[in-house]
């Protein structure tokens, strides 16, 4: 039995077993429209690392880390480039913006308005289901200061839902 | 307050998964590439690398698909993915040979998969046998310059990793029985009978 050591499993079998749980953080933290690149560049970025990963490595909670990287990405894309459709000349067809008629929910676009820091360790608690200390391990802070921005993000949720049912 | 995750819809992270996988393949990102392929000899799993083919395994005789990709991460790579596209020319050379219409087997070989020395002389001598004729296992420990290993030859030929391209098959004991096979003797008798070589 422990003759064999831990072994990396053949990339597809790790590929197939995270695809939907990384799938699912990514459309909650960037939007549909977004997300199927996002996807294959996580992806491609673990292959590339994969040989080199000591076997018995938490790949779940490594290949987030690197799909949430991949997301900040999006988001810093977007942040320098905050009105892509106003830079369209040429009345062509584009897709609908991040989020618009995607079926994802109202919330996780609530969610992606957030200050940064909220909204990272509210898409990895809630859409990619890490343990608060995976989020502090993927986010390079303390596990009480995951917790904090939670309970914040979920605070600041709450205050718009409650400012909406008032306005309506 | 509950966030639930966010709805996939069905089959939408296998479509996404798949073009992942056949691009970590085009862009040369994954070091080995398989693919299933359905044979009148069963199911085989065909492994290729950039330098050609590495594998071709008899799936239910080898353990199934993960016992063999197991076995191939852990001796070439673990940067594995499925990528059909990758394996289109082994695929349709199996069709052809099967359907009567192919004789030799015409596309580059991997032989990392077979240890150096007399185990891989013995492969490649078999590599050599053409469609229709046989050898004995004594033939091919001659052929690879060791002519009292007649046994070691056949063990050789037992470690074939790319059975069928490499006519493993075509070796038979010199009583003229069939001797032994990777895939087991139906296997050896349905191929040699492809080959004109038997009756079945």
Not at chain 2, 95 to 112: A, I, K, Q, T, V
Not at chain 2, 171 to 197: C, D, F, M, P, Q
């Amino acid at each position: 039995m422990t003759k064999t050591a831990a072994r990396l499993p053949p990339f597809q079998r790790f590929l197939d077993a995270h695809s939907a749980d990384v799938l699912r953080y990514l459309v909650a933290s960037i939007g549909r429209h977004d997300a199927d690149d996002a996807f294959q560049e996580t992806f491609l970025s673990a292959l590339r690392a994969y040989p080199r990963l000591s076997a018995g490595s938490n790949l779940r909670g490594w290949v987030l880390t690197i799909a949430h990287r991949k997301a900040i990405d999006v988001h810093r894309a977007r942040g320098r480039n905050p009105v892509p459709v106003a830079e369209i000349h040429d009345g062509a067809q584009r897709s609908p913006p991040p989020g618009e008629g995607e079926g994802e929910g109202d919330h996780w676009e609530r969610v992606r308005a957030l200050p940064a820091r909220q909204r990272e360790v509210l898409t990895l608690r809630y859409a990619a289901d890490l343990t608060h200390a995976e989020i502090a391990s993927a986010l390079g802070c303390t596990e009480e200061a995951a917790r904090r921005a939670a309970a914040d993000g979920l605070k600041n949720l709450r205050k718009e839902l409650t400012d909406v049912a008032a306005t309506a | 307050m509950s966030l639930p995750p966010p709805d996939l819809r069905p089959g939408e992270a296998a479509a996404l998964t798949a073009r992942t996988a056949a691009r970590a393949a085009d862009e040369g990102i994954a070091e080995v590439a398989y693919a299933t392929v359905d044979s009148p000899v069963g199911r085989l799993v065909a492994v290729a690398t950039p330098r050609g083919l590495a594998r071709l395994a008899y799936e239910l005789e080898n353990g199934g698909l993960d016992e063999i990709l197991d076995d191939v991460a852990l001796r070439l790579s673990p940067a594995i993915v499925e990528a059909p596209a990758k394996l289109d020319l082994i695929r349709r050379e199996l069709d052809e040979y099967f359907g009567g219409r192919r004789r030799d087997f015409d596309l580059p070989l991997d032989w990392s998969l077979s240890r150096e020395g007399f185990r891989r002389r013995v492969l490649r001598e078999c590599a050599l046998i053409p469609f229709g004729a046989t050898r004995t296992y004594k033939d091919m420990a001659i052929a690879a310059g060791s002519p009292s290993a007649f046994r070691a030859a056949g063990g050789a030929l037992g470690s074939n990793p790319i059975p069928i391209v490499v006519p493993c098959h075509r070796v038979l004991a010199s009583s003229g029985g069939l001797g032994g096979y990777t895939g087991g003797l139906e296997r050896k008798r349905l191929l040699l009978s492809i080959e004109g070589r038997i009756l079945m």
